[in-house]
């Protein structure tokens, strides 16, 4: 049984010994009912496996009001471990930052509005279980499909589906100065010490992508800030080092001075703040093609602004996967902490007060 590849010219191979299920919200009874009620500080079992098998698809709606996407915990357990290998709020797992839903479209991750779909290939060889967990409060609602293959077994080299959510209010850091390698003077970030950290993981496997929002006041482009990958806990200067935040995201010139979104399977700019560089953003980069591997360690982080000199609420989703996790993922934290800045410039939509987002 193959795990996931999804070329057109497998279509016409035939399963043996993999039978296809589904777990959904639907209405038992018969009527039309099909969501299921999640109270305030409950979590729902949206689903337990059995036996060895493969998360295919997973759909989701609610609703965005009062910070829903946020409030929304996702959490997926694989083969009776006690920690998930999923932590995210809702929305942000389907690449819906700042609790807002969009038009985004990617290979492996959709929203069409509020209609979030995942297509993430998830093995697992004895047994999986996918629950919810509602934070705010007020009670919410959750329709779904969790679509799967049951299968005998599954290859011993496929690592386990990860996914982890993070978000810092980070501040203009001081730098050492000097020539750069054209001789001009100005700032140098040679540790990456105070970057905005995407992934921190131990283990064994290979890193798969992420969704970047950041939100802020500042008039002036966000973008400069250089990507680092350190391997194997390997020193400054990472192999993987790159040439700013918008190269990383495959895109250029400031996303054309963010003159419009953009969406392609591998990466994409799919929300748009103002014209002068404030207000919130959202960008995305998936190494379906190029995973980055790593045997025992793998630190992925970016700087925020050109050696780490911008301010801003910055948040991201990681998506990997890997053996031999021994540690919990990040928290993430209250719901209050994970509550949205309101919306500034020509949006008018509510959340915390922006004045943390300024200079002090």
Same mark, same amino acid.
């Given at each position: ?62 609703? *965005?009001?009062?910070? #829903?996407?946020? @409030?929304? %915990?996702? /959490?997926?357990?694989?083969? +009776? &471990?006690?920690?998930?290998? $999923? =932590? ?87 730098? *050492?100065?000097?020539? #750069?390698?054209? @001789?001009? %003077?100005? /700032?140098?970030?040679?540790? +990456? &010490?105070?970057?905005?950290? $995407? =992934? ?161």
């Amino acid at each position: 049984m193959h795990s996931g590849m999804t070329a057109l010219d497998r279509l016409a191979q035939l399963g043996t010994g993999v039978a296809s299920r589904r777990l959904s919200s639907y209405d038992r009874t018969g009527g039309n009912r099909d969501y299921w009620p999640v109270r305030a500080g409950e979590t729902v079992v949206l689903g337990e496996m059995q036996g060895a098998g493969i998360v295919k698809h997973i759909w989701m709606t609610t609703t *965005e009001e009062q910070h #829903n996407l946020r @409030g929304l %915990v996702l /959490r997926m357990y694989w083969d +009776g &471990e006690t920690t998930p290998s $999923v =932590l995210c709020p809702l929305g942000d797992f389907f690449g819906l930052g700042h609790g807002r839903a969009n038009y985004w479209e990617s290979l492996p991750l959709q929203a069409s509005h509020l209609g979030m779909n995942s297509w993430f290939s998830m093995p697992y060889a004895d047994g999986a279980t996918i629950t919810l967990t509602n934070e705010a409060e007020r009670d919410s609602f959750i329709y779904f499909y969790i679509d799967y293959q049951e299968t005998t077994r599954i290859a011993d080299d496929l690592g386990r589906f990860h996914a982890c959510w993070r978000r810092e209010l980070v501040v203009a850091k001081d730098a *050492e100065t000097g020539p #750069n390698a054209g @001789g001009v %003077v100005q /700032r140098l970030n040679k540790t +990456g &010490e105070h970057n905005y950290v $995407v =992934l921190d993981a131990r283990g064994k496997g290979h890193y798969v992508g992420c969704v970047l929002h950041l939100d802020t006041n500042r008039p002036k482009w966000w973008g400069e800030g250089d990507d680092m990958i350190f391997i194997d806990d390997e020193p400054w200067p990472p192999r993987l080092h790159g040439t700013g935040t918008e190269d990383y995201f495959c895109g250029a010139w400031n996303y054309n001075h963010l003159k419009r979104t953009h969406c392609t399977p591998y990466y994409g700019y799919s929300f748009k703040g103002n014209g002068d560089y404030t207000g919130k953003h959202s960008q995305y980069r998936f190494h379906i093609e190029d995973p980055v591997y790593f045997e025992r360690a793998l630190t992925f982080s970016i700087e925020h602004g050109h050696a780490n000199d911008m301010r801003g609420d910055w948040s991201s989703s990681a998506y990997w996967y890997q053996i031999g996790r021994s540690q919990p993922l990040p928290d993430v934290g209250r719901f209050e902490d994970r509550v949205p800045f309101s919306h500034g410039g020509f949006e008018n939509l509510d959340g915390l007060d922006r004045r943390p987002l300024s200079e002090p």
